[in-house]
T-cell receptor, first 111, second 113 residues
């Protein structure tokens, strides 16, 4: 059974810092890994999707890496801004279509 | 193109009452999924529709939960009777194909008192 762990559970940083969110999973036979952002009262917004054959994906100030063999992914956020404050969720899909989610990292970026 | 919509956004009911949540997927998406997040836990899969048929309902917690998708368009998730442990955020997602990325709605926050 796939288990996804996200560390840290919560993070508070001053504006401008570069930060790394971690996601680890127990079964390395994955189809893809996806990072989401969730704002209070809002749905899940997909940030980056990494296929199992890829090592990383970049979008703006975000960079996600994937190391299948070690069962890890990191989400790097450069030059953090208050608008980045949200909960960040990691989800992995194996052969099936059902993603397994982590509990998320709650990020606060204060001015 | 409109995204996945869910109604209501919030619902507060008393234990023993009935609540019906609605999800409107993105137009043309045959696949519709329901998920739930209980406070402090991860988001968990409830069930999957392909058009109007239940493809997988292995995540449904018990028979107090009933999901329907008449006509293969919108879906409803009824909880009857609601219990305290049913409180949480219920998400709906849709996708054009099973292997395709899923698009999530804003969720319905259900509070059972």
């Amino acid at each position: 059974k796939q288990e996804v762990t996200q560390i840290p559970a919560a993070l508070s940083v001053p504006e401008g810092e570069n930060l790394v969110l971690n996601c680890s999973f127990t079964d390395s036979a994955i189809y893809n890994l996806q990072w989401f952002r969730q704002d209070p009262g809002k749905g899940l917004t997909s940030l980056l999707l990494i296929q199992s054959s890829q090592r990383e994906q970049t979008s703006g100030r975000l960079n996600a890496s994937l190391d299948k063999s070690s069962g890890r992914s990191t989400l790097y956020i450069a030059a953090s801004q208050p608008g980045d404050s949200a909960t960040y969720l990691c989800a992995v899909r194996r052969g099936s279509y059902i993603p397994t989610f982590g509990r998320g990292t709650s990020l606060i970026v204060h001015p | 193109e409109a995204g996945v919509t869910q109604f209501p956004s919030h619902s507060v009911i008393e234990k023993g009452q009935t609540v019906t949540l609605r999800c409107d997927p993105i137009s043309g998406h045959d696949n519709l999924y329901w998920y739930r997040r209980v406070m402090g836990k991860e988001i968990k899969f409830l069930l999957h529709f392909v058009k109007e048929s239940k493809q997988d309902e292995s995540g449904m917690p018990n028979n107090r939960f009933l999901a329907e998708r008449t006509g293969g368009t919108y879906s409803t998730l009824k909880v009857q009777p609601a219990e305290l442990e049913d409180s949480g955020v219920y998400f709906c997602a849709s996708s054009p194909r099973v292997v395709h990325e899923q698009f999530f709605g804003p969720g319905t926050r259900l509070t059972v008192l």
